[in-house]
């Protein structure tokens, strides 16, 4: 069975039609879902319908300003991952927009490979796996945190149990670190089932 790839929701908040035009363009091709408002002060009604995974905000705008509305925005959800970009950087709005926790902070006009590689960050961080392959590592972390702590055992018990670092058995479950055979191996004896259950249930 082919492991699913989560569909990625982002929503690009700017009124410049033509930047939005091209960031859905750059996105849509990188396999994200998208899509464009050019009208901050509707953003509040949307986020609170949608399930967006990542805000690209830009600052600069009329009407309503992009501290103001990721203020707004965080009222109505605290986990959504947003990058502030502008044409004006400052410290000011620098140091605002961390404080109501903006992943990242980006100048315009921006670099695309250095735009994928914000975006690469900011779903590593909130656990959103692009790849199969990443998505595998995210399965057998959950499945493996959930056995253990199903099991009453904590990682140092495991690491007593396996022979492996406690910090390597923890990147395994938050999905930072690819396992080897032998290290799942050891893991599936230690949580007295079989190799394959650590796979999940597809």
Request: glycine share 4%; charged share 30%.
């Amino acid at each position: 069975m082919p492991i699913e790839v989560p569909n990625v929701q982002i929503l690009i908040v700017d009124d410049d039609k033509a930047i939005c035009d091209y960031m859905q363009t750059l996105l849509e091709k990188d396999g994200f879902s998208v899509k464009t408002m050019s009208d901050p002060t509707t953003v509040e009604e949307e986020v609170r319908q949608g399930s967006y995974h990542v805000i690209i905000l830009d600052l600069m705008m009329p009407k309503l300003d992009g501290i103001e509305v990721l203020r707004r925005i965080r009222a109505i959800d605290s986990d959504v991952a947003v990058v502030i970009f502008t044409a004006h950087p400052n410290l000011d709005t620098a140091v605002a927009s961390m404080k109501l926790d903006a992943v990242d902070y980006i100048k315009k006009p921006f670099n695309v490979d250095e735009f994928r590689e914000v975006l690469a960050r900011v779903m590593k961080k909130k656990g959103l796996a692009r790849t199969p392959e990443e998505q595998l590592h995210k399965i057998i972390g959950d499945t493996i945190r959930s056995m253990r702590k199903e099991r009453e055992l904590t990682l140092k018990q495991m690491s007593r149990r396996t022979g492996l670092s406690i910090s390597l058995l923890s990147q395994i479950e938050r999905a930072e670190s690819s396992p080897s055979i032998s290290s799942l191996y050891k893991i599936a004896m230690a949580l007295d089932s079989k190799i394959q259950e650590l796979f999940g249930n597809n």
